[in-house]
């Protein structure tokens, strides 16, 4: 189908890792994002991976991707109450250069 | 920084008005987009452009129509706005690449009673 897919909503702990995870649908996209928005704010680029590669560490942040399964993950280390935003991935489109949106994963961070 | 700027945060208007909704970036990127963000849908995209007076239909345009006059502006017009148009609009630009992202601005929350 033409969705990305992603959970709603993911609680964690302060000081927890937190892995989200993202199902998309072009085996042929080139380029995957990961996007942060926080409360009455636009989407933020948080960071982006390659086709070709298969995980990405930037800080605190490891992005996985999985070729074959079309899965896409987003660590977070050592999680912070400042994290807690709606985390969007994207896939861009090749022909096109359209971006396709996931429905977003709320993270809630508990101290 | 690239800066996308929307003109309104918050917008109330009533059904059957016509809404004008401003977006202008500052870094001379050729691409600019409209989309809606409602909840558990993620971002549909309304409309798109790859150059002045030049238009590309998204997944949603209908009940849409968009004017890009100058490079730096793209506007997105509600002919008749209708209660089932209550949503968030997100514009973004973006220059002409492989691999570029997207810089999206603060959003403009639309309410239409």
């Known amino acids: 189908g033409e969705d990305v897919e992603q959970s709603l909503f993911l609680s964690v702990r302060e000081g927890d890792s937190s892995v989200i995870n993202c199902t998309y649908t072009?085996?042929?996209?080139?380029?995957l994002y990961w996007y942060k928005q926080e409360p009455g704010a636009g989407l933020q680029l948080l960071t982006y991976?390659?086709?070709?590669?298969d995980m990405k560490q930037d800080q605190r942040l490891t992005v996985l991707l999985n070729k074959k399964d079309k899965h896409l993950s987003l660590r977070i280390a050592d999680t912070q109450t400042g994290d807690s935003a709606i985390y969007f991935c994207?896939?861009?489109?090749?022909?096109?250069?359209?971006?396709?949106f996931g429905q977003g994963t709320t993270l809630q961070v508990k101290p | 920084d690239v800066k996308v700027t929307q003109s309104s945060r918050y917008l109330v208007k009533r059904t059957g008005e016509k809404v004008f909704l401003e977006c202008v970036q500052d870094?001379?990127?050729?691409?600019m987009f409209w989309y809606r963000q409602d909840p558990g849908l993620g971002l549909r995209l309304i409309y798109f452009?790859?150059?002045?007076?030049?238009?590309e239909k998204g997944d949603i345009p209908e009940g849409y129509s968009v004017s890009r006059e100058k490079k730096e502006r793209f506007s997105l017009i509600l002919e008749s706005a209708s209660t089932n148009q209550t949503s968030m609009y997100l514009c973004?630009?973006?220059?002409?690449?492989?691999?570029?992202?997207?810089?999206f601005g603060p959003g403009t929350r639309l309410t239409v009673t």
């Open positions: 452009s790859y150059d002045v007076k030049m238009k």
């Open positions: 994207a896939e861009r489109r090749p022909l096109t250069g359209k971006l396709i």
């Open positions: 072009d085996s042929s996209s080139t380029y």
């Open positions: 870094m001379d990127h050729e691409n």
């Open positions: 991976i390659f086709s070709n590669m």
């Open positions: 973004a630009s973006s220059k002409t690449g492989t691999g570029v992202s997207q810089y």
